[in-house]
């Protein structure tokens, strides 16, 4: 899920790779799993992962949203 404006594409594993495709299309740079229990959050122009925290899964101090 990018984190500028929301849209769900499927990441690079999936043959058709759509996340990579939108952050092309737009340099929309952070992106953040949106599967259940996804916890990783990827940026493209760093072409690193992120903790969960910095992109919204989990609260600093590792504990999950309630």
């Not at 990441?11 to 996340?19: E, P, V």
């Not at 903790?51 to 919204?56: I, N």
Request: glycine letters at 12%; hydrophobic letters at 30%; a positive charge.
């Amino acid at each position: 899920m990018c984190l500028t404006c929301g849209h769900i594409g499927c990441c690079d594993s999936s043959r058709n790779k759509h996340a990579t495709k939108h952050f092309l299309a737009t340099r929309h740079p952070v992106m953040r799993s949106a599967q259940p229990g996804g916890d990783w959050g990827w940026c493209y122009i760093d072409k690193t992962m992120l903790p969960a925290e910095d992109v919204g899964l989990r609260p600093a101090g590792g504990h999950p949203p309630v």
